[in-house]
């Protein structure tokens, strides 16, 4: 059964895009059943060009992403979320809607990361900013991907997560 993870962040521009891609293409070179999605509380309605320019560096197609709400995944239809991770200090902050898992409410952590988008010394430095987001992002997703996900209970998973946030 595939575990659906949300990853949110305020505009849903930078961080979240950037964990989306980051999470599918790491589960498909494992073969592990997992699949991510982005959302923002307040979409931007545009992507982050050096995000989707740091996903593509790393071998990651971005055809299709595109910057949308947190709402899109409370309807009917949605995806069944086991985990929604806020990457933004915001994001964190706000009331997260109502989603629906498979079995009743996700698991919801929060893993901060500073926005690259602030990044000083134009735009080599926001580059250089991206891929370092992009890698901190990643080091923490394959750690996701190696707990038992089917296995673990929802305050285990909720435990498991949250010490990977400290790492």
Not at 59 to 70: E, H, L, P, Q
Not at 83 to 91: H, L, Q
Not at 131 to 137: F, N, P, S, V
Request: charged share 20%; net charge neutral.
């Amino acid at each position: 059964m595939t575990v659906h993870v949300l990853i949110l962040c305020t505009h849903n521009s930078a961080r979240s895009v950037l964990a989306e891609g980051m999470l599918n293409h790491l589960a498909a070179q494992l073969g592990r059943d997992v699949r991510a999605h982005s959302a923002g509380s307040a979409p931007s309605g545009r992507l982050n060009p050096f995000a989707l320019e740091a996903l593509q560096q790393a071998g990651i197609d971005t055809t299709g992403y595109r910057s949308k709400s947190w709402d899109e995944f409370t309807r009917e239809g949605a995806p069944p979320l086991s985990i929604v991770i806020t990457v933004c200090d915001s994001a964190a902050a706000e009331t997260c809607p109502v989603f629906f898992g498979g079995a009743g409410q996700p698991v919801k952590v929060h893993w901060g990361y500073p926005d690259p988008s602030h990044a000083e010394g134009g735009d080599a430095g926001k580059r250089r900013a991206f891929e370092l987001t992009r890698q901190a992002i990643g080091y923490r997703l394959l750690q996701l991907l190696a707990l038992p996900l089917d296995r673990l209970s929802p305050a285990e998973l909720h435990a498991a997560l949250n010490a990977i946030g400290r790492s």
